[in-house]
């Protein structure tokens, strides 16, 4: 069977991102066929065969048997990708389990984002996949970079791993009073971030964490600055903050 340019499995069709993914697909012009658990492989695999691109938008706990699901139907030019927010553990997921094109895909936005829509794309297996993935990926309005599996992991380590960890943190070390007359607008935007990080989204962001092979690592250098400023030198730890900021000014004034 010939595989389709215009057809895309998706597995994981029902998750808020597999549903954002197929409603873009579906406008651009591709043909999608969702599935979600409980799965009936005879279908998938039917229609896995027929398919230009599959894609695994599962948690990253569920990688390896997602791919499990569909490497057995997997034409030689069908190309694996998954979305998951971490890079290295299921690319090797992926190119262990199959012999065809693989690529890594990060889009770096919610189910509910509508600009910009930044996807991070990493090479696995068959360089000419990283060129049909960018050509898919502009056709739904994202806008992909390439990355490595590596550096992109690093980034997320503090990017999503990081700020959870600290969030965390943060909350664990409120004082036992009673806060609520002492809020300040600054308190308040932060306490709304973490309701929804720590409220709503810990089992995603924990499961993340516990991916990343970086994520301790970075939790490690945070602590090293954590002791700097509860040492007393304050003053330095602001300074070493302040020279680190060049890279967020570039991203908001759009120069350095």
Same mark, same amino acid.
């Given at each position: 069977?010939?595989?389709?340019?215009?057809?895309?499995?998706?597995?994981?069709?029902?998750?808020?991102?597999?549903?954002?993914?197929?409603?873009?697909?579906?406008?651009?012009?591709?043909?999608?066929?969702?599935?979600?658990?409980?799965?009936?492989?005879?279908?998938?695999?039917?229609?896995?065969?027929?398919?230009?691109?599959?894609? !695994? +938008?599962?948690?990253?706990? @569920?990688?390896?048997?997602? %791919?499990?699901?569909?490497? =057995?139907?997997? &034409? /030689?030019? $069908?190309?694996?990708?998954?979305?998951?927010?971490?890079?290295?553990?299921? !690319? +090797?997921?992926?190119?262990? @389990?199959?012999?065809?094109? %693989?690529?890594?895909?990060? =889009?770096?936005? &919610? /189910?509910? $984002?509508?600009?910009?829509?930044?996807?991070?794309?990493?090479?696995?297996?068959?360089?000419?996949?990283?060129?049909?993935?960018?050509?898919?990926?502009?056709?739904?309005?994202?806008?992909?970079?390439?990355? $490595?599996?590596?550096?992109?992991?690093?980034?997320?380590?503090?990017?999503?791993?990081?700020?959870?960890?600290?969030?965390?943190?943060?909350?664990?070390?409120?004082?036992?009073?009673?806060?609520?007359?002492?809020?300040?607008?600054?308190?308040?935007?932060?306490?709304?971030?973490?309701?929804?990080?720590?409220?709503?989204?810990?089992?995603?962001?924990?499961?993340?964490?516990?991916?990343?092979?970086?994520?301790?690592?970075?939790?490690?250098?945070?602590?090293?600055?954590?002791?700097?400023?509860?040492?007393?030198?304050?003053?330095?730890?602001?300074?070493?903050?302040?020279?680190?900021?060049?890279?967020?000014?570039?991203?908001?004034?759009?120069?350095?």
């Amino acid at each position: 069977m010939t595989p389709s340019p215009e057809q895309v499995v998706l597995l994981g069709a029902q998750g808020r991102m597999g549903r954002r993914l197929a409603q873009d697909l579906r406008q651009a012009g591709y043909a999608v066929a969702g599935f979600d658990l409980p799965l009936d492989l005879e279908d998938l695999r039917h229609a896995v065969a027929a398919a230009q691109f599959v894609v !695994l +938008a599962v948690p990253v706990g @569920a990688i390896a048997e997602a %791919v499990a699901a569909v490497a =057995p139907a997997l &034409g /030689p030019s $069908t190309i694996l990708m998954d979305i998951a927010s971490v890079k290295l553990l299921p !690319l +090797a997921a992926m190119l262990t @389990a199959t012999t065809t094109p %693989v690529v890594g895909l990060h =889009p770096l936005f &919610g /189910p509910d $984002t509508t600009a910009p829509l930044p996807v991070a794309v990493v090479p696995g297996r068959d360089h000419e996949a990283v060129g049909t993935a960018f050509t898919l990926l502009t056709r739904l309005g994202y806008a992909p970079f390439h990355t $490595t599996a590596e550096d992109h992991d690093r980034a997320m380590a503090y990017v999503q791993g990081l700020n959870f960890l600290t969030t965390v943190a943060y909350l664990c070390a409120a004082p036992d009073i009673d806060l609520a007359p002492y809020l300040t607008p600054s308190f308040r935007r932060r306490m709304d971030a973490a309701a929804k990080l720590v409220g709503e989204d810990a089992a995603l962001f924990t499961a993340l964490v516990e991916a990343n092979p970086f994520s301790l690592e970075a939790a490690r250098r945070f602590r090293s600055y954590l002791n700097v400023a509860a040492g007393g030198d304050l003053d330095l730890a602001a300074r070493k903050a302040e020279t680190m900021l060049w890279w967020w000014r570039a991203t908001t004034t759009g120069g350095p």
